[in-house]
């Protein structure tokens, strides 16, 4: 387990909520600082079935647990009636609770009472270089990401998109943040600039792309030599075919590494032209390749 930066009181004096996106150790860290605590966490099917059913047995139980506990409820948000037992039990018995869980936003939405000041708030976030130490590989961290057991495992690819995959069916979908997911699904590798000229775009990415050199010549006393790339696409069109304009960034971007990397690259006519040839080429190679594999079977 990594050391992490979130310092959490020992010995709470208020209750807290602990927030943080999915996988992040949020679980470990709790275990690991209150280790005597009662424990509750409704991702079991059988502890979620029980407080579901019947939020009053919370209350119920822990009024025959003697002293101040510290009680853990792990994935909080998965029964949201529980905070107002977790309410009455602190201000009539003074029990101490650390609630811990990944979406704020399904409590209030479910209109749960968010203790309404009782409790403090802290966020737990992925892993940063002085958590990791020595061993912090910036390659390591931009390819497989911040998330300790992506960042730790040797094939991280089928990892991060279960990840992402699950993000947006149970984040986004679900909670319906926006109307066409697929869209959205491509979005999460590109950027978009609104209301913006192609000069002014461009100076946005040379910034990003100069800012980012900068910023990676030296990390925790280290020097790294990073660069990016960037494939950039202007249009004007008053209805936008955004799968096609991610397609000629997409292009624009390997034209920039194959010209070196490190560079911000327009997408361009030639450019367009260049990838439909390659298409219709790969169209006629793999009907050359069937019509042989027919005359062969034939003969």
């Not at 992490?4 to 999915?22: I, K």
């Not at 792990?74 to 039990?89: M, R």
């Not at 995959?165 to 978009?192: C, Q, T």
């Not at 397609?247 to 030639?270: C, F, M, P, S």
Request: a positive charge; proline letters at 5%.
């Amino acid at each position: 387990m990594f050391p992490r930066r979130l310092a959490l009181p020992s010995d709470p004096e208020q209750s807290f909520f602990l927030w943080g996106p999915r996988q992040t150790g949020k679980s470990s860290l709790l275990r690991a600082t209150y280790p005597a605590a009662i424990w509750i966490d409704l991702l079991k099917t059988d502890e979620f079935a029980r407080y579901a059913q019947r939020p009053a047995r919370l209350r119920e139980e822990l009024l025959a647990v003697p002293g101040r506990p510290v009680v853990v409820i792990d994935e909080v948000q998965k029964v949201p009636a529980l905070l107002d037992e977790v309410h009455w039990l602190i201000e009539n018995r003074g029990l101490r609770f650390v609630l811990c869980g990944s979406s704020a936003r399904k409590v209030r939405r479910g209109a749960a009472n968010l203790l309404g000041g009782r409790a403090v708030r802290h966020e737990l976030y992925g892993l940063v270089s002085a958590e990791i130490g020595g061993d912090f590989d910036l390659e390591r961290m931009v390819n497989h990401g911040y998330l300790p057991r992506h960042y730790l495992s040797r094939a991280p690819a089928p990892l991060l998109r279960a990840y992402v995959n699950d993000y947006l069916k149970e984040e986004i979908a679900a909670e319906g943040l926006v109307r066409r997911l697929p869209a959205f699904a491509s979005f999460l590798s590109a950027a978009v600039l609104t209301d913006t000229g192609r000069d002014k775009a461009v100076a946005v990415a040379e910034r990003i792309r100069e800012g980012f050199a900068q910023a990676s010549q030296e990390v925790d006393g280290r020097p790294v030599c990073s660069t990016v790339s960037i494939g950039l696409v202007h249009c004007e069109a008053a209805v936008l075919d955004v799968p096609e304009l991610l397609a000629q960034a997409d292009q624009a971007l390997y034209h920039a590494k194959e010209r070196g990397r490190n560079r911000v690259e327009v997408a361009t006519l030639d450019m367009l032209l260049d990838r439909k040839n390659d298409e219709q080429r790969s169209v006629q190679s793999s009907a050359t390749s069937v019509a042989a594999i027919g005359a062969k079977s034939a003969a």
